[in-house]
């Protein structure tokens, strides 16, 4: 069964930078799209970026765009988040997600129930 681990998580100033990353046991990581999904206190998880399996389709949250980049590299099984300009606002646990179908072209990208596997999350915290 893949696992993920999230991992580059920190605390930092408005301003800074952060890059996450999402590495997965097993062979076929590579045929998967996969999503990163943040959740601060008190609030639902939401959307932040996606990137399909092949890593040609990117799609951002509006909150984000413009200033968090997603890839990949499947030759290390790993899955990067890179955060600019960080915001107080960006404060929330970061998860991965695998999706649940294979060399798909996924629509329902922000749906947390598009994904079926999920990394245990990593803390980002941005003080002002």
């Known amino acids: 069964q893949v696992q993920l681990v999230e991992s580059g998580g920190g605390l930092v100033q408005a301003g800074d930078s952060l890059r996450l990353s999402c590495t997965a046991s097993?062979?076929?990581?590579?045929?998967?799209?996969v999503g990163w999904f943040r959740q601060a206190p008190g609030k639902e998880r939401e959307f932040v970026a996606h990137?399909?399996?092949?890593?040609?389709?990117?799609y951002y949250a509006d909150a984000v765009k413009g200033r968090f980049t997603i890839s990949r590299d499947n030759a290390k099984n790993t899955v990067y988040l890179q955060m600019n300009s960080l915001k107080p606002e960006d404060t929330a646990v970061y998860y991965c997600?695998?999706?649940?179908?294979?060399?798909?072209?996924?629509?329902?990208?922000?749906?947390?129930?598009?994904?079926?596997?999920w990394g245990q999350g990593t803390q980002v915290t941005v003080s002002s």
């Open positions: 097993g062979r076929t990581f590579s045929q998967y799209a």
């Open positions: 997600a695998r999706a649940s179908l294979s060399f798909s072209s996924i629509r329902t990208y922000f749906a947390p129930s598009t994904y079926n596997t």
């Open positions: 990137i399909s399996w092949s890593g040609v389709t990117t």
